[in-house]
């Protein structure tokens, strides 16, 4: 009896054994298993984030060699070059309500509501230079296109240059005319000339508005608009610019999130804004986008997946969209997160340092999403801003 019950014990220690031994096998190998995979996981993980960041870093090198170069077109040079220099410098910057080129108008006065400040260098433009400026509605600006990406082109020999002698037109479809037929930026000598209106004149500041000009645009010289000599009633100009109706848009509406996301992100904004209200701003967005602000490329292809180029030239990156455009050059991005899961092309427009995100169908309807705000607005100043302003525009 006693023997039986010794190996019935016996017996179940060693199936106890056995299975412990088989559960500690399997653990073994599952363990094994899972190092193996958490591994594989933290070599792809380590891969990835070397990826981003050569990524990161080669675009970050772009735009900071463009600065450079930026930087250094802008001194003066002799070289070995016979070019005769004259000192054309500065004497003040545009403060404008467009933060970048996407979206600046094509020519003046198309946005009345299009306002910028310009401040005047007082080491060069004492306040009483703009005495009796105030009494003219309109003034002439003679700046520099700074943001061309081809400024080296200006300090090569003029038979290394490359300039090109044509540039597409919008209003023929990427037609192409002489450059001095146009008022394309992109020019052997990179200054632009825009008439605005004069709004008010204080200390070493203008406030104009229907402008045409980015923010930061480093503005030549001032001078009065004189209707008696500077309006020819009998001017003529071309038939292809007279077709408006190929820039303009069919309607502007805004969707039920605009407005909400307006008044959210205004909290920030109308500290550094020289609008009075959201619904000021609301009306500038409507009028910038009454205008196919697209580029001619964008226009052809509006449901293609637009260039990394393209993209980079939004966040910062120098590099051209089309390099030679009737007009500043215009950039969108595809909002990458909607495109995964449709064709709805969603571009951006920044204005006054707020990302407005608008999409624009095949016929020309066009329907302002939200509003939010962006990296543009921290670098926004802020002592130009409307209440600067609020007793000359009542």
Not at 82 to 96: A, C, K, L, W
Not at 196 to 206: F, S, T
Not at 244 to 255: C, G, Q
């Amino acid at each position: 009896m006693r023997g039986s019950i010794s190996e019935g014990r016996w017996l179940a220690v060693t199936i106890t054994l056995t299975t412990l031994s088989a559960i500690t096998i399997s653990a073994f190998i599952v363990k094994r298993k899972f190092n193996a995979l958490k591994s594989k996981i933290h070599d792809l993980e380590s891969s990835l984030k070397s990826s981003s960041h050569n990524c990161a870093s080669e675009r970050q090198g772009r735009i900071r060699a463009q600065q450079l170069l930026r930087k250094e077109l802008i001194q003066p040079k002799s070289q070995n070059l016979n070019f005769t220099y004259y000192p054309m410098i500065p004497i003040g910057t545009i403060r404008s309500c467009f933060s970048t080129r996407n979206g600046t108008p094509r020519q003046p006065l198309l946005v009345p509501l299009a306002r910028a400040c310009l401040v005047f260098n007082t080491t060069r433009v004492p306040p009483a230079s703009l005495e009796g400026l105030a009494e003219y509605s309109h003034c002439w600006i003679i700046y520099v296109f700074h943001l061309n990406t081809n400024l080296e082109k200006v300090w090569k020999d003029p038979s290394k240059s490359g300039f090109k002698a044509k540039v597409k037109v919008p209003r023929l479809k990427g037609g192409k005319v002489g450059v001095f037929g146009t008022r394309s930026p992109h020019r052997p000598c990179p200054i632009g000339l825009t008439v605005a209106k004069v709004e008010a004149v204080q200390g070493n500041m203008i406030l104009l508005s229907g402008v045409d000009l980015v923010d930061g645009t480093p503005v030549l010289d001032v001078k009065p608009y004189i209707p008696y000599c500077d309006s020819i009633q009998e001017a003529a100009v071309p038939n292809w610019l007279m077709e408006d109706n190929l820039l303009s848009v069919a309607s502007v509406s805004f969707s039920e999130d605009f407005t909400s996301s307006l008044e959210n992100c205004w909290i920030m904004a109308e500290k550094k804004s020289l609008y009075a209200s959201p619904g000021e701003f609301q009306s500038l967005v409507m009028q910038v986008l009454s205008w196919d602000i697209r580029s001619l490329s964008q226009r052809n292809r509006p449901h293609d997946a637009l260039p990394q180029k393209e993209k980079d030239q939004l966040l910062g990156d120098t590099s051209d969209v089309e390099e030679h455009l009737d007009e500043t050059a215009f950039v969108h991005e595809r909002d990458e997160q909607n495109s995964l899961h449709s064709m709805e092309v969603v571009y951006h427009l920044i204005l006054e340092g707020l990302d407005v995100s608008y999409t624009i169908d095949h016929d020309g309807n066009v329907i302002v999403k939200k509003v939010s705000t962006s990296a543009v607005l921290d670098n926004k100043l802020n002592s130009h801003n409307y209440l600067t302003w609020k007793d000359e525009l009542r």
